[in-house]
């Protein structure tokens, strides 16, 4: 029997540390929403409070894919590129069937097959995942814009319409979807074998390869599962804005890296959890809907984001370097 103790050990010994660093992180949003309950009274009404669950659900669809990928020291740059391309030929198959379902399916399909391109070029071609990915977006961006023409697609079925702009017992339905994924990532990361092994490998590839961990199959697993998150994420895009252009993806995918590391992960890899994007996903959203509430102009929001980034990360690499 092949012993994986060593290369488990950075996962399953940092899980007490995470959760102390999920907790700053919780304090932090909490800290934010009394700030903005303060400052503007319209931030704690009930209509704004739906909206912030709302917005963080979708940044989170795809921000939880990407935190398996850099849990092994990878990044994903196309899942932008991705969710364009899986809602553009997701509209078209509602359009020509009339199906709903199948048009979901082929979204969150398109989505995983182009994360296993990305998976292939990281493990057989031996490309570095941010080159590889990098080099898929701009792909991804002339295949959808030729794939278009030029041409926005819109008016899809209203039952459809419902999975991103309707609501169940008075919650966002996908704020019901971001619960259930949350709960599966959580799961999946932290308590089971194949999750285990992507924080070892995250931690130490030479050492995961050596004690036995099949590392390229669990590589390709990681960027398959982020490609089929950015697909399920354009089904989630395509029905709440009811329609379907080349660009829609284009700002997507930094603001689902920072989430990815204000929640904690390590670019590193390694270190992190899926629960913690969770929350780098709430302060992100709580954050730009401050300044919308209190009318700060909207081109600072990305000059604050960085910002935001760039603390998170100094402060998570002090307070670990303090730890140990």
């Known amino acids: 029997m092949t012993d994986m103790s060593k290369p488990m050990s950075p996962g399953r010994f940092a899980l007490s540390e995470e959760m102390i660093q999920v907790f700053y992180r919780l304090l932090a949003a909490f800290l934010i929403c ?13 209509g704004n409070i739906l909206n912030v669950l709302r917005q963080t659900s979708l940044l989170f669809f795809i921000a939880a894919g990407l935190t ?45 097959t182009v994360g296993l391109l990305n998976g292939l070029m990281v493990t057989v071609l031996r490309i570095p995942s941010f080159i590889a ?17 030029g041409e926005t697609m819109h008016g899809f079925p209203a039952g459809f319409r419902q999975i991103g702009s309707g609501y169940f017992l008075g919650l966002p339905i996908p704020v019901y979807l971001m ?37 390229a199959s669990r590589l390709l697993l990681v960027y398959v599962v982020s490609g089929a998150m950015a ?3 354009s089904i989630i895009f395509l029905a709440r804005l009811n329609s379907a252009e080349a660009d829609i993806g284009e700002t997507l995918t930094l603001p689902a890296i920072a989430a990815v590391l204000i929640g904690g992960t390590s670019l590193f890899g390694g270190l992190g959890t899926v629960f913690g994007t969770f929350v ?32 998170a990360v100094w402060l998570d690499m002090k307070t670990r370097h303090h730890a140990r």
Request: proline share 3%; with cysteine; net charge neutral.
């Open 133 to 149: 990915t990098y080099g898929m977006l701009w792909v991804l961006h002339g295949v959808t814009y030729w794939y278009m023409a």
């Open 179 to 215: 619960v259930g994924f949350l709960a599966i990532g959580s799961i999946f990361a932290q308590r089971t074998t194949w999750g285990q092994e992507i924080y070892a490998i995250g931690a130490n590839p030479v050492a995961a390869r050596l004690s036995g961990i099949p590392v």
């Open 68 to 112: 398996l990928v850099v849990l092994t020291g990878g990044l994903d740059l196309s899942i932008g590129a991705n969710v364009a391309i899986s809602a553009c030929i997701a509209g078209t198959v509602i359009h020509q069937t009339g199906s709903p379902a199948l048009g979901v399916l082929t979204g969150i399909g398109v989505g995983a």
């Open 34 to 46: 009394a700030a903005l309950t303060v400052l503007t009274e319209s931030f704690f009404s009930l």
């Open 280 to 311: 780098g996903a709430l302060i992100l959203t709580l954050v730009l809907n401050g300044m919308n509430l209190l009318s700060v102009s909207a081109s600072w929001q990305p000059l604050v984001t960085g910002v935001i980034v760039i603390l």
């Open 231 to 233: 697909g399920l994420a």
